[in-house]
T-cell receptor, first 115, second 113 residues
Framework: DAMVIQNPRYQVTQFGKPVTLSCSQT?????MYWYQQKSSQAPKLLFH???????NEADTPDNFQSRRPNTSFCFLDIRSPGLGDAAMYLC??????????????FGPGTRLTVL | GDSVTQMEGPVTLSEEAFLTINCTYT??????LFWYVQYPGEGLQLLLK?????DKGSNKGFEATYRKETTSFHLEKGSVQVSDSAVYFC????????????FGSGTRLQVQP
């Protein structure tokens, strides 16, 4: 089945220690998104890639970076995690936001714990 | 800017009860509207959608109608099951310009046997 895969499902890191979360897709979608979801809150978009074109949200901290080496993979790098970065990180894909109806497909998420 | 407002939870119902979760939105133009469901420990799944006024989205017994005049997209189900226990997010996506989803804060539904 075509899907969005996130690894690992649970990630523990130490305060200030860089961490990378990964996302892959078999849907061959053009767009890949990263959302941060803190406990009992709505998902908040951090950034997205449209093909190789990186689009950062205005309020995303510089501590968060992303890489998309090819169509299938996208990575979220947190350079110096703080306690406030503990959250669920959701990856999503869509075919093309220019379409009138462009459904986003979500992965299961990676829950990040910062000690 | 765009915003989505949902009723606060948790909503606790007995099995087979009628469900309504209110959702209203603020956006320019004619956004598409969505309901996503998040089961414990999982990511978001699209439950239903509507792309224009008076459209009714439906799936798995859930329904929501796009009401332009009241800027609402309330989620309903006639008879809930224990397996419907989850967090439900209302979201919108603009038809022009910024195409990212804007989510409401989510409503937790707890269905008791």
């Amino acid at each position: 089945d075509a899907m969005v895969i996130q690894n690992p499902r649970y990630q523990v890191t130490q305060f200030g220690k860089p961490v990378t979360l990964s996302c892959s897709q078999t849907l061959n979608h053009n767009v890949m998104y990263w959302y941060q979801q803190k406990s009992s809150q709505a998902p908040k978009l951090l950034f997205h890639y449209y093909d190789k074109d990186f689009n950062n949200e205005a309020d995303t901290p510089d501590n968060f970076q992303s890489r998309r080496p090819n169509t299938s993979f996208c990575f979220l790098d947190i350079r110096s995690p703080g306690l406030g970065d503990a959250a669920m990180y959701l990856c999503a894909t869509s075919r093309d936001p220019g379409l009138s109806v462009d459904e986003q497909f979500f992965g299961p998420g990676t829950r990040l714990t910062v000690l | 800017g765009d915003s989505v407002t949902q009723m606060e939870g948790p909503v606790t119902l007995s099995e087979e009860a009628f469900l309504t979760i209110n959702c209203t939105y603020t956006a320019t133009g004619y956004p598409s509207l969505f309901w996503y469901v998040q089961y414990p420990g999982e990511g978001l799944q699209l439950l239903l959608k509507a792309t224009k006024a008076d459209d009714k989205g439906s799936n798995k017994g859930f329904e929501a109608t796009y009401r332009k005049e009241t800027t609402s997209f309330h989620l309903e189900k006639g008879s809930v099951q224990v397996s419907d226990s989850a967090v439900y997010f209302c979201a919108l996506r603009r038809d022009t310009g910024r195409r990212a989803l804007t989510f409401g804060s989510g409503t937790r539904l707890q269905v008791q046997p």
